[in-house]
């Protein structure tokens, strides 16, 4: 349908309409806050997560700091 600016995009993101739900999915009781869809267009920042995860596992201190303004999915994580 074209693009639109958002907030925390410089450049218009496409927009598509929704033609369905998705079907077969099942919210067990007490999880309806989780997410049944994939992450879009975290990929770098996902890695760079899962590096400092890694790096905790492994024994070395690890700290994060997640700082964004409201929308751009810093509780999301938490709930993926
Ligand atoms: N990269 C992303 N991919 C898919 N959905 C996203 C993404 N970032 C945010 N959302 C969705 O946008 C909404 C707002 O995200 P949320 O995590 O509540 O933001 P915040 O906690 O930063 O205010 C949620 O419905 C979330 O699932
Ligand atoms: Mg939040």
């Known amino acids: 349908m074209g ?3 958002v907030k925390s995009e410089e450049k218009p993101v496409p927009v598509y309409r929704v033609l369905s739900a998705k079907e077969g999915v099942s919210v067990p ?3 309806e806050r989780r ?3 994939s992450m879009v267009g975290r990929d770098s920042e996902l890695n760079r997560l899962e590096l400092q995860v890694m790096k ?3 024994g ?3 700290v994060v700091n997640m700082i964004g303004e ?3 999915g810093k509780s999301r ?3 993926n």
């Open 3 to 5: 693009s639109m600016a």
């Open 29 to 31: 009781f007490g999880a």
């Open 35 to 37: 997410i049944y869809s």
């Open 56 to 58: 905790a596992i492994d």
């Open 60 to 62: 070395a201190g690890s």
């Open 70 to 72: 409201a929308g751009i």
């Open 77 to 79: 994580l938490w709930l």
